[in-house]
């Protein structure tokens, strides 16, 4: 780690993309290679999301998902119920109501302030990052893939879960949650304007590793 990375703030490392563009494998790496503490705040709005559920509500009630936002316990975080399909389009209605991101707005913020202090860095995932949660992170990146790739590589992690998954059903929901993730009017999902774009359907996860750590180095000695 160079001497910048480890100035007072902290070096912050912002990941956004789609569902299943990579963003999440890529984001551990990088905090693994860095020794940088990692947040994936996707599994915020799916904690948001699965507890609506649970309560037998509907998670595109506002007055529910804001309680349940304000109340999230971390322990609904390593809940394996908050990967399943329909906690994602659960996560997805809570993620597009105002009041649900500013709470987890709160949660994140204060999560990249202290890990980057306390550990030299931080990694974030997610939508909204280099964008909203840090527009002043020092490395942003915006990993995306057709939505094609994406559902594809969706489906064989389905399966890998032993889990069905059929591939027309899960490339309509992509294409459902990716219009109301990009077409929500606050917080779309979108690259920040200095942020490397990596378009990750014909790369594998090691040259998209590569080309993040090149930026980021360029961005640690800047
Ligand atoms: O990355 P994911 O699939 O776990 O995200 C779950 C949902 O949360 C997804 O619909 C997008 C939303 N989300 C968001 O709006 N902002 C973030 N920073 C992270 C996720």
Redesign the pocket.
């Known amino acids: 780690m160079s001497g910048s990375a480890q100035k007072k703030r902290g070096f912050v490392i912002t990941v956004d993309g789609p ?1 299943a563009a990579g963003k999440g494998t890529l984001a551990r790496r990088l905090a693994t290679h860095f020794g940088f503490d990692f947040l ?4 915020l ?2 904690g948001v999301g699965l507890a609506v559920l649970r309560q037998g509500l509907d998670p595109a009630d506002e007055k529910a998902a804001t309680a349940a936002a304000k109340a999230l316990k971390p322990e609904i975080l390593s809940d394996s119920a908050i990967r399943a399909e329909n906690t ?1 389009t659960a ?2 209605k809570v ?1 597009a109501i105002p009041s649900v991101r500013a709470a987890i707005l709160y949660w994140q913020r204060d999560f990249a302030r202290h890990a980057a202090r306390d550990s030299g860095g931080a990694v974030l995932d ?4 280099g964008t909203v ?1 840090c527009p002043d992170a020092d490395a942003k990146l915006f990993i995306t893939a057709s939505v094609q790739a994406r559902a594809d590589r969706r489906v064989k992690e389905l399966q890998a879960r032993g889990e069905t998954a059929i591939y027309a059903r899960v490339l309509q929901d992509m294409q459902e ?1 990716d219009a ?2 990009q077409g929500r009017s606050i ?1 779309p ?1 979108k690259p920040a304007t200095d942020a490397l774009i990596i378009d990750t359907s014909d790369l594998t996860a090691d040259q998209v590793f590569e080309r993040a750590l090149a930026f980021i180095a360029s961005k640690m000695k800047a």
């Open positions: 569902s994936d705040t996707g599994s709005y799916r994602s996560a997805s993620a997610g939508r909204d990052i949660v949650r109301r993730d917080s999902t």
